[in-house]
């Protein structure tokens, strides 16, 4: 029986998750992807908080772009994800592509993000 591409996406997260994992001082960018919208979450794994969300579902992000799931909609998102972290102090996270290709929106809002001084 053959697996499905979210099945298998999960199973390479968890393999991920098993090396990655964020602290307080290089807190873990998430980034989950949907057919509607794109999310970009920093979270604590030591302390189990989430520090900084973004998405296109906030008015600031989301406001004028024709659509939600495109690149230009993802880099949106990376700029304001990393903006938000430096006013919070963050400089440095690691990058948890969850399970996901490095391509198209996922590697837009990473090059966004690092274009706007986050270092991952």
Do not use: C, W
């Not at 591409?5 to 999960?10: L, N, T």
């Not at 900084?52 to 989301?62: E, R």
Request: no cysteine; hydrophobic share 40%; glycine share 10%.
């Amino acid at each position: 029986m053959r697996t499905s591409k979210e099945a298998s996406r999960q199973r390479r997260h968890r393999r991920l998750r098993r090396k990655v994992s964020g602290s307080a001082q290089r807190p873990r960018l998430l980034v989950r992807r949907t057919l509607h919208h794109i999310y970009a979450t920093v979270v604590d794994d030591a302390k189990g908080h989430t520090l900084l969300a973004a998405s296109t579902l906030q008015s600031a992000v989301g406001e004028g772009l024709g659509s939600k799931t495109n690149v230009a909609a993802a880099q949106r998102v990376g700029t304001a994800i990393a903006q938000k972290a430096k006013e919070a102090g963050i400089t440095a996270v690691i990058f948890d592509r969850g399970g996901l290709k490095y391509h198209g929106r996922i590697k837009a809002l990473a090059d966004a993000a690092r274009e706007a001084g986050l270092e991952f």
